[in-house]
Every structure is written in structure tokens, then in C-alpha cells.
């Protein structure tokens, strides 16, 4: 039994997601859910289709509208070949970018950051210039001024998605939207996409609309986690619109419950609640990481995907489920072999 997520959880290669669900069944809701909730204890399993029936009316469902980019492309520092991941637009117009080494199998790997000054010739003829890392001391993530004033045009016109290693072969950019996604005046995009939503399709929309369950959209654009570095999620713009505030507030005090889809929504509207858990509009940059000791506000329960044991996410799940009920969830989720990663399998966490 697992008594230590961080300790104790390993995840065999054969449990990694390596294509989208459509391509291993019939389409993308048809992956499982597995279903722990806070009042009884009880870890119960099921498809995602399944989901009108979990819910009730006058819950909300928490989704975040943000698209995801082709932020992968290739280049060259010199004669060095480089992939460069574009992560998060700053306020002066800078760009936060990870440059990687090529791996010869479509992937990349990390490689050591700058040098400072750099050029980056990027593939279709534009040039990033490298300033200096995101943060002193860190190599990971670095600010970097981009000779193209559209820079998230050229992406469409010559980028791809990112993946990662254990993906077999790069998706086509919609493999990586969800139905939720659109464009929005916060920002471009998303570096990597807001995979919990995933699943979602029209049917299954229409029925929980019929069914009285409501949505409140956010705005969360993640910046890349590599899957080799586990650091805390860096600062990312987000927005919290006035109808969804109000529209959660009006939830959690007529005794629905807010469940955010994927930890992208939590971070939001957990920036956005005071301490007593009223949500107001705001918008703006969130650093915030939610752990057990500060716990969650104005969420109730969650959908997400199953993460990796170093992963900061899983700190955010204990804050919501508590550590007993998750270290059940993951040892059920281990057992009977259960998806990881973006194209996996699904976890709803509810409330007590």
C-alpha cells in the first residue's frame, strides 16, 4: 500500500499514455474515471461518460477556455541544433522560453540554459535573442525578445506541439485542444495543454447542461513542465471573469459544489478567493501553490489526470482530498492499471 505519494508511488513505463485515447478506442471520452470521494472514503470506477450521473444539478464545473499553442521549433544556436518550447508572454513583450537538445526520436532533453546574448535562429527565418534566466539562478527558463511581432503566428505557421518522451509520435495541434478552448484578449495561449478537459466532448456537455449542472469559465495559461523537472509551476497569466465569480459564489452558498476541471482551474480561482472563499473578478499573474497546510478555498472537488510522484500537482490533490484518500485513489489506480499523462485516464475527487 502506498503510504508516501513522494516516496513509495512508481509508475511503470507500460501505465504512460502514449497516444490519445481516440486512437486506442472509440473517441476521447472513452477513458476510465476513477471516482474517490471525501464523505465515505469509497474509491468506485467507472468510463468518463459516466459523469452526467456523478453530478448533480446546481454543481459547477470549473473549465479553463485556454487554447493550446504549437510552442515547439526547431533551430539553431550556431551549428548547434536546439528545440525551443515558448512558454509564457511577459508584460514587455518578452518571451520565457526553454531551449532543449534535439534526442533523434522527435522529442528533446534538457540542455543547459543561454548563453546570454545568444542568437536562436528558429525555423521559417525569425531570430530570439536570449536576455538572461526567468529567475537568478535558475537555467531552466529564460526571457528572450523574438525578432517577429507575431511571434504566436509564426508558431501556427511553423511549430508543433510539445511532447515528451514517452508520447510515440507527434499528435496533430486539435489532438491537444480541448472543446472548451477559444481564443481570449489574456493572452495567446498555452504552452502545454489543459488536459483534464480532454475528455469533454459536445455529447457529454449537452448532457450535464441538461442534467443542471452548470460551467463557469477561466482563463490559465500553463507555461511547460517538462517531465524531467519537477520545480514548482513558475508565475502564468490567468483571468477569473465577473459572471464566473459569481456564478461559483451563487454555487457554494446554495449548496452546490465547485469542481474545478484540472489543476489549472484551482490555481485560478483559488487566486482569485479571499479567505473565506468568496471569489472576485481578477485578472492578472498567479504564483500561487497550493499545498495541504494552506489548503483550497473555494473549490470543492476535482477532475484531473493522475501525476507523476514528484509532481507539485500531487501537493494540490492532497490539499483537496486529503493524503489518506489519495495514497487509496493511487494504489486502486496502480492495481487496475490506470493511464497517466495527458492522454490517460481520469480522476474525480468529490466532496465530503
Not at 526547431?74 to 508572454?89: A, C
Not at 511547460?224 to 509551476?233: F, R
Not at 484531473?304 to 495514497?327: D, F, I, K
Not at 485513489?329 to 492522454?343: G, I, N, Q, T, V
Request: proline share 8%.
Amino acid at each position: 500500500m502506498i503510504t508516501s505519494l513522494e516516496g513509495s508511488l512508481e509508475v511503470p513505463d507500460e501505465l504512460l499514455a502514449r497516444v490519445p485515447a481516440e486512437e486506442r478506442g472509440a473517441g476521447r471520452d472513452d477513458v476510465r474515471l476513477m471516482v474517490s470521494r471525501e464523505a465515505s472514503g469509497d474509491v468506485t470506477h467507472h468510463g468518463f461518460r459516466e459523469l452526467p450521473s456523478l453530478l448533480k444539478a446546481g454543481d459547477v464545473l470549473v473549465v479553463n477556455t485556454s487554447p493550446t499553442l504549437p510552442a515547439a521549433i526547431d533551430g539553431r544556436i550556431g551549428d548547434e541544433r536546439v528545440v525551443v518550447h515558448f512558454s509564457t508572454l511577459g508584460d514587455d513583450g518578452r518571451w520565457a522560453v526553454e531551449v532543449r537538445r534535439p534526442d533523434g526520436r522527435g522529442t528533446s532533453v534538457p540542455r543547459p540554459g543561454g548563453p546570454a546574448g545568444a542568437e536562436v535562429r528558429l525555423r521559417g527565418g525569425v531570430s530570439l535573442w536570449l536576455d538572461g534566466p526567468l529567475e537568478p539562478g535558475s537555467g531552466r527558463l529564460w526571457w528572450a525578445r523574438a525578432g517577429a511581432a507575431d511571434v504566436a503566428g509564426h508558431l501556427q505557421a511553423h511549430g508543433r506541439p510539445v511532447r515528451y518522451s514517452y508520447t510515440d509520435r507527434d499528435q496533430p495541434l486539435a489532438a491537444y485542444q480541448t472543446v472548451f478552448a477559444g481564443p481570449d484578449p489574456y493572452g495567446p495561449g498555452s504552452a502545454e495543454m489543459p488536459s483534464a478537459a480532454r475528455p469533454f466532448t459536445p455529447d457529454i456537455v449537452a448532457r450535464l447542461v441538461s442534467r443542471g449542472v452548470q460551467f463557469a469559465p477561466i482563463v490559465l495559461h500553463t507555461g511547460v513542465s517538462s517531465a524531467e523537472a519537477h520545480e514548482p509551476p513558475y508565475p502564468e497569466r490567468f483571468a477569473v471573469p465577473a459572471p464566473t465569480a459569481r456564478l461559483v459564489n451563487a454555487a457554494r452558498a446554495g449548496g452546490g459544489a465547485v469542481v474545478a476541471v484540472g489543476t489549472t482551474a484551482v490555481r485560478a480561482l483559488e487566486s482569485a478567493a479571499d479567505e473565506r472563499g468568496v471569489v472576485r473578478p481578477v485578472s492578472g499573474w498567479t504564483d500561487l501553490v497550493i499545498t495541504p497546510e494552506r489548503g483550497v478555498r473555494a473549490v470543492d472537488g476535482l477532475l484531473t489526470g493522475l501525476h507523476e510522484p514528484e509532481a507539485s500537482h500531487l501537493l494540490m490533490l492532497e490539499a483537496v482530498s486529503g493524503r489518506e484518500l489519495l495514497c487509496r485513489s493511487y494504489d486502486e489506480a496502480l492495481a487496475l492499471r490506470y493511464l497517466w499523462h495527458e492522454f490517460g485516464d481520469t480522476h474525480l475527487i468529490l466532496p465530503a
